[in-house]
C-alpha cells in the first residue's frame, strides 16, 4: 500500500483536471474541486514525504516488471520534498485562483489546465526513468505554454513565442543526450545509466552527453546566457499563473540538474567549471537586469534569475555543504517566488497597476497587509532569522573553502542588490504617497469580505511556511542534509530501485 502513495500525487491531479473537464462551464464547481483536490494533493503529498522520511526510499514499477526494464517511479527523500513544496504553492495558487481570476479566464478552461501542470510537476519529480522525465517535462511545456496564452493578448503570445521556442530548444539538447545515453548504454532507467556510465570508456562522449542535458536544464532553469525567455514572459499571464511559473517551473530544472549530475553524471573540473561560470553571470545578468525596472512582475522575473545562480553555484561545488545549501535555498525560493507574484496580483487589485512610479501610499491605507508581504520581503532578501538566511551561511562558507572567489563576490552583490531593489521597491509602492496625476482602480475594496479573504490567505499561508523554515532551521538542516547524503551516495536510490 505504501508503494501506491507514489502515484497518489500524480493522479489526484490527473482526476481533478478530467472532473474540471466534465464541468467546463461550472465555475464554481472547477472552482471547489480545485481547492478540494489541491488540499487533498497536499495531505497525500505529505503523507508520502512522512512515509519516506521515516522509512527511507519507495518504488513502484508499472505492471510489475522488474528493473531496469519497467516504468520506475521512486520517491527518494529529494523528491518527496519537491512534491511536497510543489502541493503547498499549488493548494495556495489555487484558494488564489478561485477568487483572483475572471470567470472568462476559467471558461477558457484555466483550471483543467493547471492542474495538468501540477501533475507534470510531480511526475517529474518522482520517475526514475531519464525518457520518462523527458515525457513529463513536455507535459509541463505544453500546459505552461497553454495557461500563458489563456486570455490571447498580444503581450502574452508575444512572451509564450519566446517561452515555447526556448523550451522546444531545450527539449531537442534533452532528448539528444537521452539519444546518446540510450546509445552508450542500452537503458534509461537512471539506476541502471549510474551503474553502467561507470563501464563507458569513451569519456570524452560522456562528458559532451552531460553538456547536452546543462544546456537541456539551463535553458529550462533560465541560466545565461539562456534566461533572456523568462523576464520577456513571466510578466505577462495573469498573477496566478505567473505565481506558478515563478515558484516552480525553474525550479524543476535545478532538480533534473541535481538529479542527473548524482545519478548519472558525477561532475567532473570541466562540469564544474562549466557551471560556475554559468552560476556568477547568471547572478550578475539577474542582478544587474533587475536594478532599473520599475515593473513589479519584470522586477520579480530578474530576481529569480539572479537567485538560480545561487543554486546552480552550490551545484557546481557540489560538496556536501553545498549541496545542502542549494536544496534549502531551493525549498526557501519555492515559497517566496510563489508567494511574490501572489503579492503583485494583490497590488493589482488595490489600485490596478503594478508599475511602481503610479504607486504608494500602500501601508498608509492598508498596514496590516502591509506588513504581511514586509515578511515576505524580508525573507526573499534574507535578513537574519528567516528563510533565505541560512542556506546562504552553507554556499558562502563551501564558497570560502574552495577558494571559489568569483562565486563569493558575486552572493554578495546578488544578495546586495536585491536588498537594495526591495527596499527601493518598498518605499515607491508602500512609502511613498500616491502621485497626484494618477487615478487609483481600487478593485479590492467593492469585494465581499470573503474574496478578500481568499486573496491574502494563500499569501498568508506562503508567509507562514517561510517564516516555519527560517524560524525552525534546525528541522530543514536535518532534511537538507539527508538529501545531500543520498545526492554523494546514491547506493540507497540504486538499492531502492533494484530491491536490494
Request: one cysteine or more.
Amino acid at each position: 500500500m505504501s508503494d501506491n502513495l507514489i502515484l497518489a500525487p500524480v493522479f489526484i491531479h490527473l482526476f481533478i483536471a478530467i472532473f474540471q473537464l466534465i464541468a467546463w462551464r461550472k465555475t464554481v464547481t472547477q472552482r471547489i474541486l480545485s481547492v478540494g483536490g489541491a488540499l487533498v494533493a497536499l495531505i497525500s503529498a505529505a503523507m508520502l514525504f512522512t512515509h519516506v522520511y521515516v522509512h527511507g526510499t519507495i518504488t513502484l514499477n508499472a505492471s510489475n516488471w522488474k528493473a531496469p526494464f519497467s516504468i520506475v517511479f521512486v520517491a527518494d527523500l529529494l523528491g518527496a520534498t519537491m512534491v511536497v513544496l510543489t502541493s503547498i504553492a499549488g493548494f495556495a495558487v489555487s484558494i488564489f485562483s478561485a477568487t483572483g481570476l475572471s470567470r472568462q479566464r476559467m471558461l477558457y478552461g484555466y483550471f483543467p489546465i493547471f492542474h495538468f501542470l501540477l501533475m507534470g510537476l510531480n511526475g517529474a519529480f518522482l520517475t526514475g526513468d531519464i525518457f520518462n522525465l523527458y515525457v513529463w517535462f513536455e507535459v509541463i511545456i505544453i500546459a505552461s505554454f497553454v495557461l500563458m496564452t489563456l486570455g490571447g493578448r498580444r503581450n502574452q503570445l508575444e512572451g509564450a513565442l519566446k517561452y515555447m521556442s526556448m523550451n522546444i530548444l531545450a527539449s531537442m539538447f534533452f532528448l539528444t543526450g537521452i539519444g546518446i545515453l540510450y546509445g552508450m548504454t542500452g537503458s534509461l532507467n537512471m539506476a541502471d545509466l549510474s551503474i553502467k556510465m561507470h563501464d563507458v570508456q569513451n569519456r570524452s562522449l560522456v562528458g559532451i552527453t552531460s553538456v547536452f542535458f546543462i544546456l537541456g536544464f539551463g535553458i529550462k532553469s533560465a541560466v545565461f546566457p539562456l534566461y533572456f525567455w523568462l523576464p520577456s514572459s513571466y510578466h505577462t499571464p495573469p498573477s496566478a499563473v505567473a505565481a506558478t511559473f515563478g515558484g516552480l517551473l525553474t525550479k524543476v530544472g535545478i532538480y533534473a540538474i541535481l538529479r542527473v549530475n548524482s545519478l548519472i553524471f558525477i561532475p567532473d573540473d570541466f562540469t564544474k567549471k562549466l557551471l560556475m561560470v554559468m552560476a556568477v553571470l547568471t547572478i550578475l545578468t539577474g542582478a544587474f537586469g533587475s536594478l532599473n525596472k520599475m515593473n513589479i512582475r519584470r522586477l520579480f522575473s530578474y530576481l529569480i534569475v539572479c537567485h538560480i545562480g545561487f543554486m546552480v553555484g552550490g551545484i557546481a561545488i557540489f560538496t556536501k555543504l553545498a549541496l545542502m545549501g542549494t536544496v534549502f535555498y531551493l525549498i526557501h525560493d519555492i515559497m517566496v517566488k510563489t508567494n511574490m507574484f501572489l503579492i503583485s496580483g494583490v497590488i493589482m487589485q488595490l489600485r490596478g497597476v503594478i508599475t511602481m512610479e503610479k504607486l504608494g501610499g500602500l501601508y498608509k491605507e492598508y498596514p496590516k497587509i502591509s506588513l504581511l508581504i514586509a515578511i515576505v520581503l524580508l525573507s526573499l532578501v534574507g535578513i537574519p532569522p528567516l528563510s533565505g538566511f541560512w542556506p546562504k551561511v552553507y554556499l558562502f562558507r563551501e564558497a570560502f573553502t574552495g577558494q571559489h572567489y568569483f562565486f563569493v563576490a558575486a552572493l554578495i552583490l546578488g544578495s546586495l542588490v536585491t536588498l537594495y531593489v526591495i527596499a527601493k521597491m518598498w518605499a515607491e509602492v508602500f512609502w511613498k504617497d500616491i502621485p497626484a496625476d494618477v487615478t487609483v482602480d481600487n478593485k479590492f475594496e467593492p469585494l465581499p469580505f470573503l474574496r478578500k479573504l481568499l486573496l491574502l490567505i494563500p499569501i498568508g499561508i506562503l508567509a507562514i511556511a517561510s517564516v516555519y523554515i527560517g524560524l525552525n532551521a534546525e528541522a530543514i538542516v536535518q532534511i537538507v542534509d539527508r538529501i545531500a547524503e543520498e545526492l554523494i551516495d546514491t547506493s540507497s536510490y540504486i538499492n531502492a530501485v533494484f530491491k536490494k
